[in-house]
C-alpha cells in the first residue's frame, strides 16, 4: 500500500494503477461502513484508491470541524488489511491552495434537508468531490447510502459536469442494535447512545406502518416524529419524506419515498434515513 | 476532419487522437483570432479539437444568445483548410439536459470589469469550460487574450479544480486599422465600424503617454477616457486600469498594469485591452 500527499505524487502512482481504478474518498476515522464501500471497490475493481480528508469547507463555523475524530495510523492499518492500493491524504493547503476561489454548486438540490439546516455545507462536499475527482480520475467512486442527499447530489453533479465516473452508492451498516455506523457516534455519551437507537427505531416504524397501509406523507413524519420524540435525549432538527430522487417534500399518498432524519443528541448531531416503496 | 455533436460520440473519438490533444474552445463565426489559436494549438500539439459551441448560459437576458453571428458551413471550410482533426459541435439540450443545477463559479475574480457589467457571464463561462474539459480531457486549451479577464479566470479554475490541462493564451488579432477582430464586428454599420478604431488608438494613446512617464493609474484611464469621448459614436461602459492577476483597479504608480474597456457602438458592445509596463 503507497500513501501520499501531493496531487503530484498522486497523479505519479495512479498513472501506474491497474484499471478499473475504485475510489472511496473518506473523512478518515474509518468503521465498517467505510469498509464495505472499500470491499465493494475491491470486488469491482482492479485498484482501489482511498483519499483521506476531513474537508473543512463542509463545516459550518459552528460545527465540528476542529472536534472532528481523526486516527490515521489505525486507518492506514485497516485499509493495508483490505488490500488498499493506495491512500492520498492531502493537506489543507494542497486542496485549497492561496488565492482559492472556485466553487463548484448543485443548486436545488442542496435546498432541500441537510443543505437547509446547514448552509454551505454542499458547496463544500460537490467542490471537494469535483477535486478527488480531477485528481484521482477514477473509474467508479463509493458513496454510502448514509448520507442520502450527498448521493443525490453526486450522481447530479458528475451528470452535469459531464465527469466520467460510475457513482456506486452502498447500503447503510449498522451496529447491531441498529444505530447507523458514523465517525460522530464515538461523541455521545454512555445514555445518549443508549437513546439514539430511537432513530432507526423511528424508521421501522415508519415502514412498518407503511406496509400496513397507512401511505400519507404527513402521517408518515407524524409517526417518527412522535417515536422520537418519544426520547427525552432526542432532539428534533427534521423528519422527512422525500421524493427520493428531487428530494421535495411529499404530501398525500406515497409510493415511493426517502424517509430520513437528523435529529441532535445534547451537541451531536446524527442523521439516519431509509427508501419505503 | 471528423465532426461530432455528442459527448458520447466525442469520447469515442478522442480516444483515437494522438496526444497531446489541444482544444480550441468557440462560439464559431471564425475569424483570424479563433484560426492563430488553432494555428498555435496545431505548432504545439499532434491534434487539434475545436468546439463551436454559442453558449446559453453565458449570456444575459438583454444580450445577443439569439442573434449572435452563426455562420457553420464557412467555419467548417475554414477548420478543415487548417488541419483540424476534430470539430466537435454540441446542442443546447446535450450540454444542459434537462434538470441541470450544477455551476461552477469563480467568485472574486468576476466582481471586476465584465463581470461586474454583465451579471452571471463569467458562471456561464466557468461552467460551460468545466465541462468543455472534462469531456474533452484536452492536453492543452488555446484562448485569446482579447478576452484578458476570461483568461484570467479560466488560469484560476484549472488551478483551483486540480483540471489537468495547460492553458495557453494568445495575442489579439487586428484588423489592418487596430480594431481587435470579434465576432461581433459584423454588427457594425459603416460609420460605426469607422469610429470603433478608437478603442485600439486610446489605448496605444495610454500605452505612449506610459511610456512617456505617466504612470499615475487614474491619469492613464483619463487617457483612454478622453480619447474615447471624442469620438461621438462611442458610449463608454467602463475603461480600467488593473492589476492584471488580480484584476483589482489600481490606484497611484502603476509599472504593470491591464488597460482594458468596453464600450458600445449603438447596441453592439466591443471589448479590448493591452497590457503596459
Known amino acids: 500500500m503507497i500513501t501520499v500527499n501531493t496531487i503530484k505524487d ?6 501506474e494503477l491497474s484499471s478499473p481504478v475504485g475510489l472511496v474518498p473518506t473523512m478518515g476515522f474509518l468503521h465498517e461502513g467505510h469498509l ?37 495510523e489505525r486507518d492506514l492499518e485497516k485499509l493495508e488489511q483490505h488490500g488498499v492500493s493506495v491512500v492520498w491524504m492531502p493537506e489543507v493547503d494542497e486542496m485549497y491552495p492561496q488565492g482559492f476561489q472556485t466553487w463548484v454548486e448543485v443548486k436545488e438540490l442542496s435546498n432541500y434537508l441537510e443543505g437547509k439546516e446547514r448552509p454551505g455545507h454542499f458547496k463544500g462536499v460537490a467542490t471537494v468531490v469535483t477535486k478527488l475527482f480531477t485528481a484521482v480520475n477514477p473509474d467508479k467512486a463509493y458513496f454510502g447510502q448514509k448520507d442520502a442527499q450527498q448521493a443525490v447530489i453526486i450522481k447530479r453533479l458528475v451528470m452535469d459536469l459531464n465527469i466520467p465516473v460510475d457513482i456506486v452508492v452502498c447500503p447503510i451498516k449498522r451496529e447491531a442494535d441498529g ?17 439514539a437507537t430511537v432513530l432507526y427505531r423511528s424508521l421501522n416504524e415508519a415502514r412498518q406502518s407503511f406496509q400496513a397501509g397507512v401511505t400519507d406523507a404527513e402521517q408518515l413524519r407524524e409517526i ?34 426517502l424517509l430520513s432524519l437528523a435529529v441532535k ?3 451531536t448531531r446524527l442523521i439516519d434515513n431509509i427508501i419505503i416503496g
Not at 52 to 62: A, D, L, S
Not at 232 to 252: M, R
Open 224 to 257: 417518527l416524529r412522535e417515536t422520537i420524540e418519544s426520547e427525552p435525549l432526542a432532539e428534533i432538527q427534521y423528519v422527512s419524506c422525500a421524493n427520493p430522487a428531487t428530494l421535495e417534500e411529499k404530501n398525500g399518498e406515497v409510493q415511493l419515498a
Open 179 to 195: 444505530l447507523a455506523m458514523s465517525s460522530r457516534n464515538v461523541y455521545l455519551s454512555t445514555d445518549q447512545r443508549q437513546a
Open 10 to 15: 498522486l497523479r505519479k502512482v495512479r498513472q
Open 265 to 267: 443528541f445534547g451537541s
Open 36 to 72: 464495505s464501500l472499500v470491499q465493494k471497490a475491491s470486488e469491482d475493481c482492479e485498484s482501489v484508491l482511498v483519499s483521506i480528508f476531513v474537508n473543512p469547507t463542509q463545516f459550518g463555523p459552528n460545527e465540528d470541524f476542529n472536534t472532528y475524530p481523526r486516527d490515521i
